[in-house]
């Protein structure tokens, strides 16, 4: 089994920064794809940032410029450095990684909370 754990998120105002991290540890075979999502109260999960192992980062238009993901394969981690945080961005984010035998596994989520 493969579980992802999350951490990083927290309160911060407009124009702060954060960095989440996402760790998988377990069974792992081999993790293609790591990325992040997330979901704002009453709205549907949206894609926010993706990384392909050894590839580039993909950004939402909304987040584009302002955060930047990053893994480290060794450890099997992906991170989301998120500055100039602007309320809309509130949310509970989620990491996920596609094992390519298991495939799409999610995290528990990690809250985000940009407020004055």
């Known amino acids: 089994q493969v579980q992802l754990v999350e951490s990083g998120g927290g309160l911060v105002q407009p124009g702060g920064s954060l960095r989440l991290s996402c760790v998988a540890s377990g069974r792992i075979f081999s993790l293609d794809d790591m990325g992040w999502y997330r979901q704002a109260p009453g709205k549907q999960r949206e894609f926010v940032a993706v990384m392909a192992r050894g590839g580039r980062g993909n950004y939402a238009d909304s987040v584009q410029g302002r955060f930047t993901i990053s893994r480290d394969n060794a450890k099997n981690s992906v991170y989301l450095q998120m500055n100039s945080l602007r309320p809309e961005d509130t949310a509970v984010y989620y990491c996920?990684?596609?094992?390519?035998?298991?495939?799409?596994?999610w995290g528990q989520g990690t809250l985000v909370t940009v407020s004055p």
């Open positions: 996920h990684a596609d094992d390519r035998v298991r495939g799409r596994i």
